[in-house]
Nanobody, 126 residues
């Protein structure tokens, strides 16, 4: 089992940047694909980005492509989400998640992931 703790959220003006971090417990971090999701008030949780075990694979939602960058440091058991050019519509609680599955067909779905963090709030003011 792995525990995930997100940090780095906060309040930022439109156009600004934030870097989210997700620290994982345990010794098997490199065996998990790691994803980021977000949920805005009154909306369903949505996929943001995912990174493969060796960081060779990354995928992004169209809404964040070109603005967000996912990365990981397996030595530090941490995955990051660099968010640039933030927009008010990026306001949400951001969650990181860990997946043991190897079939990448369903990586955009929450059920593909086995473990979730508690979330960190990102608020973008206009």
């Amino acid at each position: 089992q792995v525990q995930l703790v997100e940090s780095g959220g906060g309040l930022v003006q439109a156009g600004g940047s934030l870097r989210l971090s997700c620290a994982a417990s345990g010794r098997t971090f490199s065996s998990y694909a790691m994803g980021w999701f977000r949920q805005a008030p009154g909306k369903e949780r949505e996929f943001v980005s995912v990174i493969g075990r060796s960081a060779s694979l990354t995928y992004y939602a169209d809404s964040v492509k070109g603005r967000f960058t996912i990365s990981r440091d397996n030595a530090k058991n941490t995955v990051y989400l660099q968010m640039n050019g933030l927009k008010p519509e990026d306001t949400a609680v951001y969650y990181c998640a860990a997946a043991t599955r190897t079939d990448w067909a369903l990586y955009r779905g929450g059920s593909w992931y086995d473990y979730w963090g508690q979330g960190t709030q990102v608020t973008v003011s206009s």
